[in-house]
T-cell receptor
Framework: NAGVMQNPRHLVRRRGQEARLRCSPMKGHSHVYWYRQLPEEGLKFMVYLQKENIIDESGMPKERFSAEFPKEGPSILRIQQVVRGDSAAYFC??????????????FGDGTRLSIL | GENVEQHPSTLSVQEGDSAVIKCTYSDSASNYFPWYKQELGKGPQLIIDIRSNVGEKKDQRIAVTLNKTAKHFSLHITETQPEDSAVYFCAAIYGFGNEKLTFGTGTRLTIIP
């Protein structure tokens, strides 16, 4: 039973380019969350999605950032016109949404984004 | 919104001794408190969690206690081993229908052989 899969593991972009981060949740999980971690800091919530719906995007920057979780395929976190301050580790988590462990979030190993 | 504070930021203990990490939360409506272990280059791994209707939970060498009145919860690791060395994060979820985790700032635990 594969865990949460994120790709790429490392991504290098130049300022002004676009970054696309992908997340495939655990099998049977319908809820996806994205978090950002700056060096030596804790994780900060960005967005919570269910299939085809954004449930809570209160942690997303108002501009340049977007997320989707389509009916088919992985969840995508998209950052347009990247800036140096976007350099961070981006983690995806998933949860079942139903059943006894419905609130338990399992994390992937993250995408480390570096902006040149 | 919810705020979670975590102490200490670093902790070194002799192998075989116990380690305790403490967290406090701000919102009394918080009702779910997981603990994660993060190793270098990896994502956070859930090690134990507790719900607000329970005061204590134990899983082998790991235990978590919750004091709702004082709004704090603690992680206890007994008989520590070198593989316990990692960064540990506490977190909280506020209310029902709100599923975002608010994390503490982490504790770097080092087990001295």
């Amino acid at each position: 039973n594969a865990g949460v899969m994120q790709n790429p593991r490392h991504l290098v972009r130049r300022r002004g380019q676009e970054a696309r981060l992908r997340c495939s949740p655990m099998k049977g999980h319908s809820h996806v969350y994205w978090y950002r971690q700056l060096p030596e800091e804790g994780l900060k919530f960005m967005v919570y999605l269910q299939k085809e719906n954004i449930i809570d995007e209160s942690g997303m920057p108002k501009e340049r950032f977007s997320a989707e979780f389509p009916k088919e395929g992985p969840s995508i976190l998209r950052i347009q016109q990247v800036v140096r301050g976007d350099s961070a580790a981006y983690f995806c988590a998933s949860s079942p949404g139903t059943g006894g462990g419905r609130r338990t979030q399992h994390f992937g190993d993250g995408t480390r984004l570096s902006i040149l | 919104g919810e705020n979670v504070e975590q102490h200490p930021s670093t902790l070194s203990v002799q192998e075989g001794d116990s380690a305790v990490i403490k967290c406090t939360y701000s919102d009394s409506a918080s009702n779910y408190f997981p603990w994660y272990k993060q190793e270098l280059g990896k994502g956070p791994q859930l090690i134990i969690d507790i719900r607000s209707n329970v005061g204590e939970k134990k899983d082998q060498r790991i235990a978590v206690t919750l004091n709702k009145t004082a709004k704090h919860f603690s992680l206890h690791i007994t008989e520590t081993q070198p593989e316990d060395s990692a960064v540990y994060f506490c977190a909280a979820i506020y209310g029902f229908g709100n599923e975002k985790l608010t994390f503490g700032t982490g504790t770097r635990l080092t087990i001295i052989p």
